[in-house]
């Protein structure tokens, strides 16, 4: 008679037998629980291998089917396995998964113990004969879509149902149904990739379950997998997952390998979370949050597990790039004994990792170990910019970059990018400052504070330090970053650290910080001033000097104008020589001419944002004349001679953009003191008249007269007008853009009062034609608060033989009424001049100082001051004319009282006959009677 357990194994098998269970809906098949009722009861066990469907063959309760319609290499096994009722005395419920391949290693697989007892109650198990024994189990409730794809094409399920008493079953039944199917391969989309873009698992390792080395990621598409992925992995496995990168294609790059997955559904390791979905809340836990007996994946920066560890990963999320160091990474899955089968829906179980290979432009000595240490310096480079690492910082590691300038130099950087993954809740911890930016003011403190050390600035956590943002806009001219958003060292010297006790695997910190060595000091420059530096033989007879490197002093540091000034003076007997070797001004829309006529070279169309090189030269105190002005590069190399006492180069530019600098405007100049005879002739005049006759040696030693030393020819006269008073100089000859000027040779005269050349004439010395030319103060009304006596300045440009005699008169005028005085009494500054000024040059317009007045030589050009009309009133002496006026006067009053005694006398006389005729008319009346008439007489 059978007992009870051989009739549910009888039954169990008549009913495999039966091929409407075998094969129903094409290949599916399912096993229901019911079929094992009474196994339960006696604490049997069975298992049961899955082929692809032919008659079974049971033995010792393992099913066997054989497949017709798929190959045996290119089929996939789909089990369907979900548990209902729970197992009882079974560990507390959980589910762990870790990434998992099938190929072998080169150590024989460990054996990963979960410290809680596993599964010893009711459990089932899944391995593959053709892969080593895993001996994992699953126990506990179920719950949710468990599917396992085989890596093989043979599986074998075995359920482990433990000892218990009919009346236990009946209260906990054991409840199972399994569903499988066939796959092809070319159907398993999410395992070997879709059409012609196929994804690379990686090289099995013999005599492993699981491990892969991956080679060739930069142009295949390498995709680190979990056993058995996108199913259940299996339990009690490590697997390891070597990556390797090929040599660089050129020397200077680097190899590096960065793991990611952007799907945060391609990721489920371990833990599940608390509802059947991926939510906000769903994230990797790292280090000490993945917590045995769980499965977890390990990260190392090498290919051994000496190397540092980047991450410990589990949980479900997107992984971010996590970059090694160098060319190998190795990734290590391990899973714990047991687990429990209560998958999310819809997410895969186990992991897909995606693997690249980048080559970077960076040198591998940046790098050293938990470490990576920069030292940036001067001779280098002027500026640049430092990024955060590419690879992946280790927990409790740091990356330091120490910036050391050369003397003169401070360092000034700020951040343009600072951008740090924020911590989730769970994942806050109690350290009060886990991630710290510490900026200092020389060399970082390395145990103990050196006293050339000071911190500057210190920022931790959720704490940004200031970042220029701006500074990043393409296409853009921003306003540069001030000093209050960067920071700059008193020294030579400035470090930056950071440190990263989280590491950046999950937590990527994201920065770039732009330095530059700015020259602050240079030798010789004047006190108080930003550039201005003066030269002497005394300290160095040659040498050579270049335009500011200082930022701050160009648009990009803040400034819109830059004025330096480059002072050479010199002992008696020594002249400068200044060579331009260089000049850079870019975009600069000024132009450099050459002026014949005054031998200078002008600039032109001097618009905003340009730049100037001009250079003068002071023969005297308060007086400059210019040698020469360059605004573009087409000059250079151009060389300034000068036998003065001081030569002075002017660097200016105006109105500069913010993006302007030291790169933009630029020059390089050499200078040196040479030794000459020197001029011992006086070159200042003074006195109300004079003349300078200056030309060839030669020339003047046959016309027999004394001028100026052939060797002062180099040097300028300067001719000084007392107070209130002009110059007037007349040089023989036309002007110098004259077309009958026939010499080469040019007279350029400066005014005391201008940088400018007032006029340049070719002289003549035979020619009746002169060039006239005033000072400055003649025409022009200067507005000096104190002015200064009037001059001007003679430089003869002498290129061919020739002599030439300049005459100079001091000259004054009146003053010059107003236009309303003008207007109103008609009266002209001719009238005016002539009615208050005794000694006029006509021609002139101008007056004469008295003494020069008919001296026997001709002062005005026209020789007013010695015609014999103007001149006779002066040759007479003035004590006969005095007499004479006299003489003649007191002729007059002669003459006149004659005159007016005759005329007296004549009126009495005329008086007395009128009276005597009156008297004989009244004596007449008195004698004849009243009544007589004239008739009567007769």
């Given at each position: ?219 295949r598409q390498c995709r680190l997998q979990s056993p058995n992925f996108p199913g259940l992995y299996p339990r ?446 006086q070159k200042i005049l003074n006195g109300s008249t004079g003349s300078i006759l200056i030309g060839d040696k ?35 000859g036309y002007h110098a853009s004259s077309q009958r000027c026939s010499t080469r040779n040019r007279v350029v ?190």
């Amino acid at each position: 008679m059978k007992t009870t357990a051989e009739e549910g194994r009888s039954r169990f098998s008549e009913s495999l037998r039966n091929p409407r269970l075998l094969v129903r809906n094409g290949n599916f098949l399912r096993l229901r629980s019911f079929l094992l009722a009474h196994l339960r009861t006696f604490g049997s066990s069975f298992s049961f291998n899955l082929y692809p469907p032919l008659p079974p063959i049971i033995l010792f309760c393992y099913i066997s089917l054989f497949p017709h319609s798929f190959p045996s290499r290119t089929s996939v096994l789909h089990t369907y396995i979900p548990f209902n009722p729970p197992f009882p005395h079974s560990p507390a419920p959980f589910l762990l998964s870790f990434p998992l391949s099938t190929q072998p290693f080169l150590a024989p697989l460990a054996t990963f113990y979960s410290g809680v007892g596993g599964c010893e109650g009711d459990h089932v198990s899944i391995e593959e004969p053709e892969l080593a024994e895993r001996g994992g189990r699953w126990c506990g409730e179920g719950s949710g879509l468990n599917v396992y794809y085989s890596e093989t094409d043979t599986v074998s399920v075995t359920l482990q149902a433990a000892s218990t008493t009919q009346g236990e079953y009946f209260d906990n039944p054991l409840k199972f149904k399994i569903r499988y199917k066939f796959l092809p391969r070319e159907q398993a989309v999410v395992r070997y990739g879709r059409g012609g873009v196929a994804k690379y698992r990686g090289e099995g390792v013999r005599n492993t379950v699981c491990s892969r080395v991956f080679q060739g990621c930069r142009a295949r598409q390498c995709r680190l997998q979990s056993p058995n992925f996108p199913g259940l992995y299996p339990r009690n496995v490590t697997c390891y997952y070597l990556v390797k990168a090929l040599p660089p294609p050129a020397s200077g790059f680097t190899p590096v390998i960065t793991l990611r997955q952007d799907n945060d559904r391609l990721v489920q390791v371990g833990r599940q979370g608390p509802v059947g979905r991926v939510s906000p809340e769903s994230r990797l836990l790292q280090d000490n949050e993945c917590r045995g007996p769980e499965d977890f994946l390990l990260v190392y920066d090498g290919g051994s597990m000496k190397a540092p560890l980047l991450a410990k990963l589990c949980g479900t999320a997107t992984v971010p790039n996590i970059t090694s160091s160098g060319p190998e990474v190795l990734v290590v899955f391990q899973t714990a004994t047991s687990g429990r089968m209560n998958h999310l829906p819809n997410l895969v179980t186990g992991f897909e990792l995606e693997a690249h290979v980048l080559y970077i432009n960076q040198e591998a000595s940046n790098i050293n170990g938990l470490q990576c240490k920069q030292t940036i310096k001067s001779f280098g480079g002027t500026n640049g910019i430092v990024a955060s690492p590419v690879f992946a910082v280790p927990p409790n590691a740091s990356c330091s970059y120490q910036f050391e300038g050369r003397r003169g130099e401070v360092v000034w950087i700020y951040f343009t990018k600072y951008h740090k993954a924020r911590k989730k809740q769970g994942m806050m911890g109690h350290h009060p400052c886990r991630n710290r930016l510490a900026i200092f003011d020389g060399k970082p403190f390395t145990g103990t504070p050196p006293d050339a050390s000071e911190l500057m600035a210190n920022y931790c956590d959720e704490q940004l330090p200031p970042i220029c943002v701006r500074s990043r806009q393409k296409g853009t001219v921003s306003q540069p970053c001030t000093l209050k958003e960067s920071f700059l060292s008193t020294g030579t010297n400035l470090a930056v650290t950071q440190d990263f006790t989280d590491g950046t695997s999950l937590l990527p910190l994201d920065y770039s910080i732009y330095y530059e060595f700015v020259t602050v000091s240079l030798e010789g420059i004047e006190p108080g001033t930003d550039c201005d530096i003066e030269f002497s033989s005394s300290r160095a007879r040659s040498g050579h000097f270049n335009s500011p490197k200082n930022v701050f002093l160009y648009g990009r540091g803040g400034k819109s104008s830059l004025s330096c000034k480059y002072t050479f003076k010199t002992e008696k007997g020594e002249a400068i020589k200044l060579r331009l070797t260089s000049v850079g001004f870019r975009g600069n829309m000024c132009k450099t001419v050459y002026n014949f006529q005054t031998n200078l070279y002008d600039c032109i169309a001097r618009l905003p944002g340009s730049a100037t090189l001009e250079v003068w030269e002071e023969p005297w105190r308060q007086t400059r004349l210019p040698l020469g002005c360059v605004c573009d590069g087409g000059l250079a190399p151009a060389s300034f001679v000068s036998h003065t006492r001081l030569l002075q180069l002017d660097f200016t530019i105006k109105e500069m953009s913010w993006s302007q600098d030291f790169n933009d405007f630029y020059f390089d100049a050499e200078y040196e003191f040479i030794k000459t005879k020197g001029c011992d002739e006086q070159k200042i005049l003074n006195g109300s008249t004079g003349s300078i006759l200056i030309g060839d040696k030669k020339e003047l030693e046959e016309s027999g007269e004394e001028g100026s030393n052939e060797k002062c020819n180099d040097y300028p006269w300067r001719i000084n007008a007392r107070d209130n008073s002009h110059l007037y100089l007349n040089i023989p000859g036309y002007h110098a853009s004259s077309q009958r000027c026939s010499t080469r040779n040019r007279v350029v005269v400066f005014g005391s009062h201008t940088a400018r050349p007032l006029r340049s004439a070719c002289p003549e010395p035979n020619v009746a034609d002169s060039v006239d030319i005033f000072s400055s103060g003649w025409t022009t009304q200067l507005d000096m608060l104190e002015p200064l006596p009037e001059s001007l300045i003679v430089r003869y440009l002498g290129r061919e033989p020739g002599v030439y005699k300049l005459t100079w008169l001091e000259v004054r005028r009146e003053p010059r009424p107003s236009a309303l005085e003008s207007l109103k009494g008609g009266a002209g500054r001719r009238h005016i001049t002539g009615a208050t000024c005794g000694h006029q040059c006509p021609e002139l317009d101008a007056c004469i100082s008295p003494e020069l007045w008919c001296d026997g030589v001709k002062h005005c050009p026209s020789g007013a001051d010695e015609l014999r009309s103007t001149c006779l009133y002066f040759t007479i002496p003035w004590l006969y004319l005095i007499l004479g006026a006299v003489g003649v006067l007191l002729a007059l009053l002669v003459f006149a009282s004659a005159l007016v005694a005759v005329r007296v006398y004549q009126r009495g006389k005329v008086k007395r006959k009128k009276k005597k005729e009156a008297q004989r008319l009244m004596t007449r009346e008195v004698i004849l009677p009243m009544n007589f008439h004239k008739e009567n007489i007769y």
